[in-house]
Structures are given as C-alpha cells and as structure tokens.
C-alpha cells in the first residue's frame, strides 16, 4: 500500500508525456454527444480545429485534414470547470471550507476543520478600516498561476479543462482569472482575468482590527463606501483638477472597483440570508460560495438572483469526535441534507455550479456529485453544474460549457457515464490539445501498474 | 390552540386574517394596571382588551389559564445570545460594528429564553472597549430569520463601557509590547471618549460646512462617509440609545459629566453595582440602571456591591431594571426579580416592573410591550404559578399573538426529535459501511 501511494505522482508524471505537438484539426466520428445546451446526440461528430468547435451534428463529414478518432461507444461531454479553485497557483490549498462558527452554539453543518490555509498574519496592528488590513483586492489570480503547476494537470486529467482560480488569503483576498488548463504561456491560458472579488471573513482577534466577524462586515462595508467614494471625487477632481484637493490613489478600492462580481461565504443558512442583504447593502453582483444549508432559504436566494457555488466536499462527521458526544438532531440533519442541496436548486431554477474544494482526486469529485444525483440532483444537471453553469456564472456561456459551434473546443470523452464507477477517461481537449490522462486505476491495468513499479 | 400552531409559520397577510384569540380564566399581572381575574383578548397579534368579563368572538382559539398566571413577556436589558461575535477588541471605539450583522436566529438560547419567559431582549456588544459596537433589540421569533428577530421601530443603541475591561491593554504580543491598545488607565478610559465625540462633532460639522458650500453651489468633494463616527453622531443628536456597562461610583459620575459636557444622554447604565452609592446624580442625569439582583466579586470593581441595589435606586428615583448579561440567568429573571422582594422590600408589581415595563422604558419600546394593556403587541407569558415565586414554571409564551413556546407540545416533541435522531445516526453508518469497500480498493489514496 505504502509503494502504491510512491507510485502515484510517477503516473501524474507519465501523462505529461502523453501530451503530444498534435494535429491541429480533430475530429471525434460516431459518438454519443452531450452538448448541455441542447439534448444528447448518438451517433454524432465534433469537429476540433485551431483550438474551438468548427462543428457539432449527426451528419457531418470529417474534413480531409482531421485526425479522426473513431467514436463508438465513446461520450464526448463540454470540458469540466472547477468554478472555484485554487488549481495552478503553487503551494496554495484549496479555498477554505470551514463554515464561521456559531458562537453560541449556532450549528456547523461542515466539520469544524481549522482553516486549510494560515490566516496571513497583518505587517502591523491595523487601528481600523483606513489602514487596509487584510486588502490584497488588487492581487489577480491571473498574474499568479503558473503553467506547469502539478495541479493543473491533475485536474486536467480528472477532466477539468477550466478553472475559476481565486487568491484566497485576505479578507479582500483578491480578484479570481478563468483559465484553461493547458498551455505553456499563462497568458495563453487566461480566458478572463477579472472573475470577480473573492470575499473571507477571518478574524485577526484581539490584536488587530477587524478583531470579529461583525468587524469583518463592517471593514468590508466601509470599503464599499469608501470605493464608492473614491469614484465620486476622483470624477469630480479629474474634471476639476486646477483648485481642487488631490484625491488620493488607493489600490485597494482600485481592485475592489474593477471586479465585476464578489465572491461570498455562505455555508449555513443563516450566512446565506446574511450575505445575500449585504450584498444588496453593498450594491455588488453575489456568487454564494459554500451552500451546504441553501437548500433550506431557496426562496431568499431565488428572489436574490444570486448564483450559487456549491461545494462537493459534503460535511462530514469530524474524525476525532468524542463518541460519548451526542450529537444534535439539527447538525445530524444538515449532515444528512446537504447533498440534496444541487437537486433543490435546480429544481427552484436557482443557478449553481459545483466546486472541488480541495477534494483529492478526481474520481472522488465525481463520486461526491453521484452523492447529489442520489439525493435528487438529475444527472444531465449535474453535468450542467460542471459546465455552462459555471461559465454562465462568470458570464461567459458565449464561449464555454457547452458542445457548440464556435466555442472554446474543451471536451471530456469517455468509454461511458461520466459519474459511473468503472468509467474511465479516453481523452482531454483543452483549447483543442488533445490529452489521455493515465489510468485513473492501476487495478484496471495490472500491467501498467508493473511497469511501473520495475521504473521504481 | 392547535389552530393557532398551524397559523404560526403563515406570512403576514395570514396573520391578519387569523382567527382571534383569548386567553381565559387566568390571574392577570397587567404589571400597570392592576391585577385582575379574567381574559385578554388578541387580534391580528395586538391586545384588543383586557378584563374580567370578554365574550369570546366566534371563531376564536381559546387558551384557558384556570388557575395559571398570564404576565406581559419578560424583557432583558442585556444579553449576548443570537449574536455570533460580541467583541470588536482590536480597537477602543468600534462603534462601526453591530450585532444586527451576526444576529443568529438559530441560536438555541433563544428558545431557551422564551422557556424562561423572556420575549424581548436587548443584544448588546461586548464590554471590551469603552465605546462598543451597535445593539440590536429583538424579540424571541424562534424559527423566524435574522431580520424578522428585529424589534420594529425599537430605538438604536449603542455600548459604551468603563473600568477594568475597556482598560485591559489587549492580549496579543503578535507585534510586540509598544502596539499594546490605549487606554491602560480609568483616565484614558475617560479620554478615548471625549477624544471619539470630538471627532465625532468634527465630522458633523464637515458635513454641515458641505451642504453649506454646496448649497451656495460651490464644487466640493463630499466628505467620506465613516461608519465609526455616524453612530456618534447620531448619539450627539439624540438618535442613538447609550447603554454603558460600569460598576465603580466615580466611572459613574465621570461618565455622566462627560456626556453632559458633550451635550448627550446616557439612556442606561448597565451592571451599575455601585449604583445605590450614586442613585440621586443617576436620577438627575435621567439615565436608568439595568443590574443584577445578587451577583457580585467575580472581579476588583465588582466588590462592593449589596442586594439592596435595585431598591434602594428605585426609591431614590431611579428607572431600574433587572438584567441577565448570561443566556442562563436569562431563563429565570422572574426569580431574579423577586429577590427584590426580600432585599429591599420592593412590592409585587415593583418586581414585575424591574423586567418588564421598566426595562420596556429604557430601550423605549414601552407603547409597544412592556405590560398587559390594550394596543400593545400580545407578547404575553403564561406561568403554572406566581411568577414571583420559584416554584412556578412558564407554560405557554406568546410573541405578536404567536404561541412560540408550549411546554406541553415541547415534552411531546423530544420522544419523537429523538427517534429522528436516531434514524439519521443509523441511516449514516449504512451509508458509510457502503461506501467503505470501494474506497478501499482504491489504492495509494
């Protein structure tokens, strides 16, 4: 078991190599074809060429130049996007997960798991909102990711070919970049670097302002204002400049003003009401981050308009709990009901798409999305929630998420169901760069497996 | 009574076409006007009448109290429950934060406070520094959402709070012994607040001096807005209830000069142990005290304290109320208040008083609650005995007319939360043992 475990980066490795100076043209002939956007096709073709969709349909001929990869039995899908990740920023772990705790015993439908990543200790005491404490708003994901990140392949061969990568560790943490998965060049990889403002709400405690979570909204709020300000007196000041007071420059209301879209926790659903009217308070777009309990305010969220990032990584009961605790019947509920968040949504036309966070490997993503689809979750939504949900939530369905003419060329093509146990993954496009993923499981071929352990 | 339990989670436009309700046969602690045997009886979530002989409406649910007692909801001066943070610590004013942005309305405290009889409670911030964070006054909607927990049209406050806890110097050493918070001292207490109001009146006026300018069509850049000094202001301008938790007479005093200085009301002293030692400068200011029947010593400015507290204020002019500061004190005010019985021989409706229209005058919800009259929200309190007494226990609580605690139906319900209980422990370990095998097969992860 131990060797096995060695094993696995080798195998990540392996892949790599997989990755071929391919033909620029493809074409995937007489597959099943789930589109998203319209319904499946048997026996259908996708055409692949100069990295987007030159063609979809069931009676279309593969151009003279393509490679055509014979398609029976196989099932292309739209590329998978991670819609909230930390994929290809080096050393980072996944977003956190860990709902604010209830101070007076206010429930916790996820583990109460210290924060995955380290609360970035302030250079100095910050005396209150004007020192900026924990504002990194003008950092962009896209100017940190790096090509050759190990995770960038590991979710690739999971069959994401997208993913929402966001800097995670202030309270304006910083704005998120959509990017494809492949590429040598970041800047090639980047589909959109302005993905929104990802919103934390940790504390610094006693020692430095904001010390508590109604510090945090507060902070939060007066940055709002003062964003709003600065809008107001530099328009003033740029029309008037002879005679008037120099505003000054502040990047963190910069970074605040240039993001489209802000990302916020809401795990339970008390955060998701609370979030909901504070965004409306800041007159910002919200995408709920978390969702575990939304299954429960699914009318405040509906009215909202606010999309929701669910987490596939359900609450789980915490490892090294005392068994004399009993538990209360509230949080073994929410344990219970939080898959059955994603089929609650959907079926309240409420828009949501899944995110990984952090969960290892890619065969247990999937397998935590069949936990949705048995607790209500159809599967051609959970497909939906992988892809064009995502891309419509960070407004770009134009060119993602779906199988259609003219878009990115991201697919995932499989030897059968996606969410199946015994599925495997054939091939990865990312912009029309065609990737076969290694065997998710030696078990399926014992000789692979051999090998490499002779390469050991 | 079962009807109006179904009524309970209908939306407001239900509520106004729900059947009337009265409560029969029960003693009667209006606490402001007497004590009477008979009904009161509740329309669209208001008192309609009280007295000894109501014809029951047709169509109306009946509650009968043969033999109990029926007392307007208890109402807390202070309390931390339903609030998930307390302290903004990190700085001496944090009066830019509010509980009203971390109202919990899944708190078990509130049930457990409507066990105990309280409908209303205010939420304060904590003591930490000498001005505090905003609070919010709610009442005890269970399986009601943050907003609607919202006491309508309450008054907003704010916390101030002197001595021992304000002057703690912060307990990190992240960024060394010279970063450790202002004040260490009463006397820097004393001047982080007069240094706030002065700020405070600085940004008034640069807002006044801005209307000016552009009102003469001057171009001006508006005035950034600060939430720390908005709630100042409002103080300045009467806006904003003061509610200042302090033990000591000469914080006291100093507090009370300060304010006047500054031209502002403290609305409530809070804790106020050594309240009896100044109670005619309290009356004069017009502040009212909230304090603790017999709980005393858990540290130096809380030693001189007597009993006699709540009284001896009372007699010397002083709007007092009894407050619990503890989700646990919290669910048996009623005793509480009857200690001032004993120590201090205040009389029957006088203990009623102390924690419920007294407390109703300071957070100046009285036309609303506070007592059993016609007009006011049917926030009532249903005991199996006196209230005063110790041995009686809260049967029935009404908030707006809506049964929101009922024993009986509590003591119904745990065999079958129970069971719930137990399916769901059961039905995860299946789904566990099923799950287990592949994940086994699956090697190195």
Known sequence: ?456 | MKRALALAPLTALWLAAAPPLVIQNGTILTVTKGTLHGSVLIRDGKIVQVGENIKVPSGATVINAAGQFVMPGIIDCHSHIAAESINEGSVSVSSMVGIQDVLNPEDIAIYRALAGGVTTANVLHGSANAIGGKCSVIKMRWGKSADELLFAGSKPGIKFALGENPKRRGGGTAFGATTLRYPATRMGVEDVIREAFTEARAYQASWKLYDARKAKGELVIPPARDLKLEPLVEVLEGQRLVHAHCYRQDEILMLLRVADEFGFKIRTLQHVLEGYKVAKEIAAHGAGASTFSDWWAYKVEAYDAIPYNAAIMTRKGVLVSINSDSDELMRHLNNEAAKTMKYGGLTETEALSLITINPAKQLMINSQVGSIEAGKDADITIFDGHPLSNFSKVIMVLIDGQIYFDREKDLSQRPVRENRRKELISKAAEEQKRSAPASSRRPGL
């Open chain 1, 1 to 456: 078991m131990k060797r096995e475990f060695v094993l696995l980066p080798v195998m990540l490795c392996a892949s790599a190599v997989l990755l071929a100076e391919g033909p620029a043209v493809y074409a995937i002939h007489d597959a099943r074809v789930i589109r998203v956007s319209g319904p499946p096709l048997e026996h259908a073709s996708v055409v692949v060429r100069n990295g987007l969709i030159e063609a979809v349909g069931e009676n279309i001929t593969p151009p003279a130049d393509a490679w055509i990869i014979e398609g029976r039995g196989l099932t292309v899908y739209p590329g998978l996007i991670d819609a909230l990740s930390t994929i290809g920023i080096p050393g980072a772990a996944a977003p956190p997960t860990a709902a604010t705790p209830g101070r007076t015993g206010g429930p916790r439908p996820v583990a109460a798991a210290p924060l995955p990543t380290p609360i970035v200790p302030p250079a100095s005491p910050a005396a209150g909102p004007e020192d900026r404490p924990s504002n990194t708003s003008f950092l962009r994901a896209a100017d940190q990711i790096v090509a050759a990140d190990h995770s960038v392949e590991l979710a690739r061969d999971g069959g994401f070919t997208t993913a929402v990568t966001f800097p995670i560790n202030n309270i304006f943490a910083g704005q998120g970049v959509v990017f494809d998965l492949s590429g040598t060049r970041t800047g090639e990889m980047v589909i959109d670097p302005s993905a929104g403002q990802y919103i934390t709400l940790r504390s610094n405690g006693f020692t430095s302002f904001p010390g508590s979570l109604m510090g945090v909204i507060a902070y939060i709020r007066q940055i709002y204002l003062d964003s709003d300000h600065y809008k107001v007196a530099k328009a003033i000041y740029d029309k008037h400049p002879n005679g008037l007071e120099r505003p000054a420059y502040d990047r963190t209301l910069e970074g605040v003003i240039q993001s489209p879209r802000v990302l916020l926790p809401a795990h339970r659903a008390v955060e998701v009401d609370r979030m909901l009217q504070f965004a409306r308070e800041l007159k910002s777009k919200p995408v709920l981050y978390g969702g575990e309990e939304a299954w429960r305010v699914v009318d405040s969220i509906k009215k909202s308009g606010a999309p929701v990032l669910v987490t596939l990584k359900w609450p789980e009961k915490a490892k090294d709990l005392d068994p004399a605790i009993n538990e209360p019947l509230r949080v073994l509920e929410i344990r219970d009901k939080a898959p059955s968040t994603p089929g609650v949504l959907a079926k309240n036309g409420i828009l949501f798409a899944f995110y990984t966070d952090g969960i290892a490997t890619p065969k247990e993503i999937l397998k935590a999305a069949q936990k949705a689809i048995d607790a209500g979750l159809a599967p051609s939504d959970a497909i939906r929630a992988f892809t064009l949900n995502a891309a419509e939530i960070y407004g770009l369905a134009d060119r993602l998420g779906s199988i259609d003419k003219g878009k990115i060329a991201n697919l995932v093509v499989t030897d059968g169901d996606l969410f199946a146990d015994k599925t495997q993954i054939k091939y990865v496009f990312v912009d029309g760069n065609k990737f076969e993923p290694a065997p998710e499981s030696p078990d399926a071929k014992p000789d692979a497996k051999k090998d490499m352990e002779k390469t050991q």
